[in-house]
């Protein structure tokens, strides 16, 4: 089955450059979530996007944007690097907008990551 | 969202069943119970996600008591391959604006041996 891809894989970058991830959602899913977690440490969510638009926020920095575009695809762009960067991003998919009532999590499909390390 | 607590870590041997504790004194009636399975450098695998007493999925148990403060993952029969980590997560997805996003706490770092 298809799983969630995210591109590139490694990258490595300098202070104060700029980075972008991308992340394909599994098909007709339509619910994209970014987390970072950093060595040693839990995953933290960071922005999220239900039907290209976005959904909520977390700890996302004010150097960190987001979007997603017509196609579910969402990209996470990076500016002003800084070491503390330095971390496994991922994207996480679903299928389906919370409801507003109470209920369950939708099941996120997690994908492999992207390791980003920022020298 | 409720606070969660579980173990740092733990140790098992291949074969013998494994059950990790969670406790969520402040969970909200709305609230259910997720818990995701994380090996090293890979993102996060659900496991299963219940909301009052047994629910069982072809990989793994959720017992829930009736107070809901607590809850235990159980894992049947571990293999080497069990090795990862388990977070425990609380939530109602339309609440506190989690809007489905996963908050993960302190997960539980499970060991299998030979």
């Known amino acids: 089955a298809a799983g969630v891809i995210q591109s590139p894989r490694h990258l490595i970058k300098e202070k104060r450059e700029t980075a972008t991830l991308k992340c394909y959602p599994i098909p007709r899913h339509d619910t994209v979530y970014w987390y970072q977690q950093g060595p040693g440490q839990d995953p933290q969510f960071l922005i999220s996007?239900?039907?290209?638009?976005?959904?909520d926020k977390g700890s996302i920095p004010d150097r960190f944007s987001a979007q997603q575009f017509s196609d579910y695809h969402s990209e996470l762009n990076m500016s002003s690097l800084e070491l503390g960067d330095s971390a496994l991003y991922f994207c996480a998919s679903s299928l389906g907008r919370p409801s507003k009532g109470s209920g369950g999590y939708n099941e996120q499909f997690f994908g492999p990551g992207t390791r980003l390390t920022v020298l | 969202l409720a606070k969660t607590t579980q173990p740092i870590s733990m140790d098992s041997y291949e074969g013998q069943e494994v059950n990790i504790t969670c406790s969520h004194n402040n969970i909200a009636t709305n609230d259910y119970i997720t818990w995701y399975q994380q090996f090293p450098s890979q993102g996060p695998r659900f496991i299963i996600q219940?909301?009052?007493t047994k629910v069982t999925n072809e990989v793994a148990s959720l017992f829930i008591p009736a107070d809901r403060k607590s809850s235990t993952l159980s894992l049947p029969r571990v293999s080497l391959s069990d090795t990862a980590v388990y977070y425990c997560?609380?939530?109602?997805?339309?609440?506190?604006?989690?809007?489905?996003?996963?908050?993960f706490g302190k997960g539980t770092k499970l060991s299998v041996k030979p």
């Open positions: 219940g909301y009052k």
């Open positions: 997560l609380v939530g109602d997805r339309a609440r506190g604006g989690s809007q489905g996003n996963l908050i």
């Open positions: 996007f239900y039907e290209k638009m976005q959904s």
